[in-house]
């Protein structure tokens, strides 16, 4: 039974400088954007020679789809991860929310 996506934010630095092989990561579950559990999460990608969003202490984007019911629904969820900067100190506090878009 499919229950949702799960999201893992892990600091970047982390990854690149560990070496003992523990990496710990703030998980989201139970993602829900007001319709149903959410389905297939991507992250926006910043295009060449654009910058990374330092809003809210850091911003990641994410986009997922809203049709549930495989009904061509012309709407998808975009999702915000802030406060990323928080993932590179030893206390981890980050946020996600999401806004349903559509025409």
């Known amino acids: 039974m499919f229950r949702g996506e799960q999201l893992y934010a892990i600091s970047k630095s982390t990854l690149e400088t560990s070496s003992s092989g523990t ?3 703030v998980r989201f579950h139970n993602l829900d954007n007001g319709e149903g559990p959410a389905r297939s999460i991507h992250p926006a990608i910043v295009p060449p020679g654009g ?11 994410f986009v997922s789809r809203l049709d549930f019911t495989n009904t061509l629904d012309n709407r998808v969820a975009v999702w915000a991860l802030t406060n990323t900067a928080s993932l590179d100190c030893a206390y981890r506090k980050s946020h996600l929310r999401a806004d349903a878009v559509g025409t």
């Not at 910058?51 to 984007?61: C, L, M, R, V, Y």
């Open 51 to 61: 910058t990374f969003e330092s809003a809210n202490n850091g911003t990641e984007d």
């Open 23 to 25: 990496i710990t990561a």
